[in-house]
């Protein structure tokens, strides 16, 4: 028997055992990314958002190779103060839900900026260190053709063995990457763990949005109050 007839009898027989019995899965090991829409956050988180992107736009040309403007860290502007208390919330929430102790903690913003992609921009993948713990995402505006939000698979052996996807257009335990299609007033969060990525920009008039990282400390080193946690 040559060994291409060999091969096509195991895949027969796989095929055979997979019809006649039902496996029982047990996942584990889950990678969670959160979204809710919150459109009425929209108006006040883009007027804080423009004033500093203005700033920084009269401060710098745009780049060729890099299009795209970053603003200034405005978390602690007290006009947002109930999109912050919101995310901060919900932030602790999802930990807390996770399955860690949260009890005697808080959440705190280490960053939290505006970037604005022009036509050809992107993220390279990457994660956020330095002890962020949850990342997020809030979209402002989104032209058509818009950038879309890439999470990738943080599994490392998997990586190092990873066979072809039958089709990678479809979401399976084989898939290496997600995307999500942003759209404006849409809030996406992750575990700092999840490396993400934006794809290249194709619209002529820019996306907007918000990109925010939380750190957690112990409640006792804290001195302002951490924002009262909601149930999402
Ligand atoms: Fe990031």
Known sequence: MSKTKRICKAAEQVKEVVQSAQLNVAYH????????????????????????????????????????????????????????????????????????FMQDKVVQFTEMWTQEHYKQSSM???????????????FLEVPENSSRLVFHDPRIGKSLIDLPEADSIQATVASKMINFEPKPGLLIFSNAWLAHSFTRHASDRPIKF??????????????SPAPAAEII
């Open 29 to 100: 090991f889950p990678c969670p990314i959160y979204l809710i829409e919150r459109p009425d956050f929209l108006e006040k988180v883009s007027k804080v958002s423009e004033e500093s992107l203005e700033r920084r736009r009269k401060e710098r040309q745009l780049d060729d190779i890099y299009p795209m403007i970053m603003s200034d860290n405005y978390f602690a502007d007290q006009r947002i103060v109930q999109f912050t208390e919101f995310v901060g919330a919900t932030a602790w929430n999802i930990l807390n839900e996770q399955g860690y």
């Open 124 to 138: 390279e993948q990457h994660t956020h260190g330095y002890g962020s713990q949850i990342v997020g995402f809030y």
């Open 210 to 223: 918000v990109h925010f990282n939380f750190n957690v400390n112990l409640a006792q080193n804290v001195l």
